[in-house]
């Protein structure tokens, strides 16, 4: 009798460990140096020049978000009123100011997503407020012009004590992971501002936004026909010998 290979079960094991992130958002990391697929609203540029520190392993862009005072070393614009961050990102009126936003800066994108992918990002946030003060400036990200989400602000942030940015202090550059998503057209819309007063500036920078894919199911049927087939292989040495 010949004897039965496992070679199955080595190509269905390596079909679900070749499963990794998949760059489903346009520009997603920034890469074209611009804003390219993207909506801005205030203060907000690509930096591919590590101006604010480098980005993550493996990339070489970052988009930067900015708050009223980081206009003097983010060139993307002027701040706007925190009711026009509420308007663009599809938030209620008011919802901004009742946290006492003042000003701030948006970044958003429109993107397909299948059932069960879940929405990746990594971001820092930077600031020349010290921690302790009424003015505590916060960064956010709003997924489907409904749900927000705070990532930090200046008061619950654990700076790391100092940043290779213009600003004083920053983060550790962190990863967002959202919920699975239902299948069809979604939205991401990014934001920071200014808490209390406009003093003091403060930023986000986002970059590797991206989608986690769902695993194909005819990958799990391949794989536990494998196992399946590795059982028998096993049962059939053991009669052989």
């Given at each position: 009798?010949?004897q ?5 079960v080595?190509f269905?094991l390596?079909?679900?460990a070749?499963t990794s992130?998949?760059?489903?958002v346009?520009?997603g990391?920034f ?6 697929g ?18 993550p392993?493996?990339?070489t ?10 206009s003097s070393f983010l060139?993307g ?5 925190a ?8 938030l209620?009126?008011?919802s901004?100011?009742a946290?006492?936003?003042?000003v701030g ?16 990002f990594q ?5 020349n407020d ?8 916060t960064a956010?990200?709003v997924?489907?012009?409904?749900t927000?989400?705070?990532?930090t602000s200046?008061?619950?942030?654990s ?12 983060t550790?550059y ?5 919920a699975?998503?239902?299948?069809g057209a ?14 003091g500036?403060s930023a986000?920078?986002v ?5 986690a894919p769902?695993?194909?199911p ?9 196992l ?6 096993g049962l059939?040495?053991r009669?052989?010998?």
């Amino acid at each position: 009798m010949k004897q039965l290979k496992p070679t199955l079960v080595a190509f269905s094991l390596s079909l679900l460990a070749s499963t990794s992130f998949a760059a489903g958002v346009a520009n997603g990391s920034f890469g074209s140096g611009d804003l390219t697929g993207w909506t801005k609203a205030g203060n907000v540029a690509v930096d591919t020049v590590n101006q604010f520190g480098a980005p993550p392993a493996g990339f070489t862009a970052q988009a930067v978000l900015g708050t009223a005072e980081s206009s003097s070393f983010l060139f993307g614009g002027s701040a706007v009123a925190a009711a026009s961050l509420e308007s663009f990102a599809g938030l209620g009126a008011g919802s901004l100011t009742a946290m006492n936003a003042v000003v701030g800066s948006g970044l958003s994108t429109d993107f397909m997503a299948a059932a069960g992918e879940r929405l990746s990002f990594q971001w820092k946030l930077m600031s020349n407020d010290p921690q302790g003060s009424p003015a505590d400036d916060t960064a956010y990200v709003v997924l489907d012009k409904t749900t927000f989400i705070k990532l930090t602000s200046v008061n619950s942030a654990s700076f790391v004590g100092s940043s290779a940015s213009p600003l004083f202090d920053e983060t550790a550059y962190l990863t967002f992971t959202s919920a699975p998503l239902t299948a069809g057209a979604h939205s991401v819309s990014f934001g920071v501002f200014d808490s209390v007063d406009t003093l003091g500036a403060s930023a986000l920078a986002v970059t590797n936004v991206q989608l986690a894919p769902v695993p194909e199911p005819a990958s799990g049927l391949l794989l536990l026909g494998g196992l399946g087939l590795l059982g028998l292989l096993g049962l059939h040495k053991r009669r052989a010998s």
